[in-house]
């Protein structure tokens, strides 16, 4: 029997959860420079669920550079969100474009916290959170970014 190799996993869809602050820097990663309408945001009050359906760029194959800059259609859902709040983002201008730079973990009490999304021109959203509980899907197959570039990674 052989090991997994990381080629194995091309066109294979993401499906990724965080459930500390670590596994969030992971997902952090995978979401740096994710573009969605703010259209496609939403927060389930009752079900204390947060979501966003990103374009994500698929960083884990623009890093081979043996393909074309890839984007794919990503699900990510944070649970145990107790409240949301936001900065320099406003839900009347519907045709507003958001781009994730990061999402970081500030602890509480008990494992308790918020999650912050940092977006590109100052804007950033905060969840309260009871505990990390979040997932990241693909939902579509890859297509070639638009741009046909990768973003710029920050060193």
Do not use: C
């Not at 884990?60 to 900065?87: F, H, K, W, Y």
């Amino acid at each position: 029997m052989t090991d997994a190799r990381f080629e194995d996993g091309r066109e294979k869809p993401l499906n990724l959860g965080a459930q500390d602050a670590d596994e969030l820097q992971v997902l952090s990663a995978l979401i740096q420079d994710a573009i969605f309408p703010i259209t496609e945001m939403t927060w389930q009050a009752r079900q204390r669920r947060f979501g966003l359906l990103l374009n994500r760029f698929r960083w884990e194959e623009g890093a081979r550079g043996q393909t074309a800059p890839e984007r794919v259609q990503s699900i990510l859902v944070v649970d145990n969100v107790m409240s949301v709040a936001s900065q320099g983002v406003d839900r009347a201008e519907t045709d507003m474009i958001l781009s994730v730079l990061s999402a970081t973990f500030e602890a509480g009490d008990d494992g308790a916290g918020d999650i912050v999304f940092t977006l590109a021109g100052d804007g950033a959203i905060r969840l309260r959170v009871e505990a990390i509980e979040m997932t990241l899907k693909d939902v579509t197959r890859p297509y070639v970014a638009p741009s046909k570039k990768a973003p710029k990674h920050p060193e």
